[in-house]
């Protein structure tokens, strides 16, 4: 009898300490989780961030409509040398309109395109908004690749044209560039392309490739429209008379063809005319002086 109540009592001790341990280890877990935001805290966050949300909208919207922050007050237009120095101010005239104007709303594709139309001899514009109120204009020029003599019956002039033809230099020449004389009935309009583009680059990959092949320099080109054909006049003070409708390399092969019974390094020749096609596609005729 007393040694149950003795395992009785021993059972309740145990009871007790393992009780304790989950007490101290339920409060541990308990201790762990984190609290909850009451909410009240939740709804007084809600509104502050709604407010600050609303006054930055505010403040932004004041300051693109309403204020002059964003207002265009600069034009920066990049110029390389002195040489395109007027030619930076004339475009700086072109894009004024959008001086006071808000840099926002301002479409710089409609300004670039209106550089172009006006300045044709550009072959790149860029135009970008540094904010808040400057606008940054970059451009590049076509390059200049010849220098045209126009003779007309009452007049002759020079100018130096750039790779598309239009006249950017008047009454200037450039000995390192090649020459192309063209005759006409009337002087030329500087202002409209004195040489088609396609054309042109047909004249100087015509000189390029006769140089090359031949090791003869090419002192000038007679640019025949009407005709559609160039005479290459060469430094043996004859020339190559080219069809432009036909490939100027397919036409210049036949002279190198030729060079074995016509030696043109050292026969007097007037001119040679590659632009007859024979049967073979090998004909050419020449005419000694």
Same mark, same amino acid.
């Given at each position: 009898?007393?040694?149950?109540?003795?395992?009785?009592?021993?059972?309740?001790?145990?009871?007790?300490?393992?009780?304790?341990?989950?007490?101290?280890?339920?409060?541990?877990?308990?201790?762990?989780?984190?609290?909850?935001?009451?909410?009240?805290?939740?709804k007084i966050?809600?509104?502050?961030?709604?407010?600050?949300?609303?006054?930055?909208?505010?403040?932004?919207?004041?300051?693109?409509?309403?204020?002059?922050?964003?207002?265009?007050?600069?034009?920066?237009?990049?110029?390389?040398?002195?040489?395109?120095?007027?030619?930076?101010?004339?475009?700086?005239?072109?894009?004024?309109?959008?001086?006071?104007?808000?840099?926002?709303?301002i479409d710089?594709?409609?300004?670039? *395109? !209106?550089?172009?139309?006006?300045? =044709?001899? %550009?072959?790149?514009?860029? #135009?970008?908004?540094?904010? &808040?109120?400057?606008? @940054?204009?970059?451009?590049?020029?076509?390059?200049?690749?010849?220098?045209?003599?126009?003779?007309?019956?009452?007049?002759?002039?020079?100018?130096?044209?750039?790779?598309?033809?239009?006249? *950017? !230099?008047?009454?200037?020449?450039? =000995?390192? %560039?090649?020459?192309?004389? #063209?005759?006409?009935?009337? &002087?030329?309009?500087? @202002?409209?392309?004195?040489?088609?583009?396609?054309?042109?680059?047909?004249?100087?990959?015509?000189?390029?490739?006769?140089?090359?092949k031949f090791?003869?320099?090419?002192?000038?080109?007679?640019? !025949?429209?009407?005709?559609?054909?160039?005479? %290459?006049?060469?430094?043996?003070?004859?020339?190559?008379?080219?069809?432009?409708?036909?490939?100027?390399?397919?036409?210049?092969?036949?002279?190198?063809?030729?060079?074995?019974?016509?030696?043109?390094?050292?026969?007097?020749?007037?001119?040679?005319?590659?632009?007859?096609?024979?049967?073979?596609?090998?004909?050419?005729?020449?005419?000694?002086?």
């Amino acid at each position: 009898m007393f040694g149950k109540k003795r395992k009785v009592k021993k059972f309740r001790n145990y009871r007790k300490r393992k009780l304790k341990k989950g007490a101290v280890s339920g409060f541990q877990r308990k201790s762990n989780r984190p609290k909850k935001t009451s909410p009240f805290i939740k709804k007084i966050k809600k509104i502050f961030y709604l407010f600050l949300f609303s006054g930055l909208t505010i403040i932004l919207i004041y300051l693109i409509f309403f204020s002059t922050y964003f207002k265009v007050t600069d034009i920066n237009v990049s110029q390389d040398n002195l040489e395109n120095q007027n030619l930076a101010s004339e475009i700086t005239k072109t894009v004024s309109s959008a001086l006071g104007r808000n840099l926002v709303f301002i479409d710089t594709e409609n300004l670039k *395109i !209106k550089v172009i139309d006006d300045f =044709p001899e %550009l072959e790149t514009v860029i #135009i970008e908004k540094n904010y &808040p109120h400057t606008l @940054e204009i970059n451009f590049l020029e076509y390059p200049l690749v010849a220098n045209v003599i126009n003779e007309s019956p009452n007049i002759k002039k020079n100018y130096i044209i750039n790779s598309i033809g239009y006249a *950017i !230099k008047e009454d200037l020449e450039n =000995p390192n %560039l090649p020459y192309i004389k #063209i005759k006409s009935d009337e &002087p030329i309009n500087p @202002e409209n392309s004195i040489i088609e583009a396609n054309k042109l680059k047909y004249i100087l990959d015509a000189i390029a490739y006769f140089e090359e092949k031949f090791g003869m320099r090419i002192i000038e080109v007679e640019y !025949k429209k009407i005709a559609r054909e160039i005479h %290459l006049f060469t430094e043996r003070n004859f020339y190559i008379w080219l069809d432009i409708q036909q490939s100027a390399e397919d036409q210049l092969k036949k002279l190198k063809k030729a060079l074995v019974k016509l030696d043109i390094y050292n026969e007097n020749l007037q001119y040679i005319d590659l632009r007859i096609a024979g049967n073979n596609g090998d004909k050419i005729i020449y005419k000694r002086k």
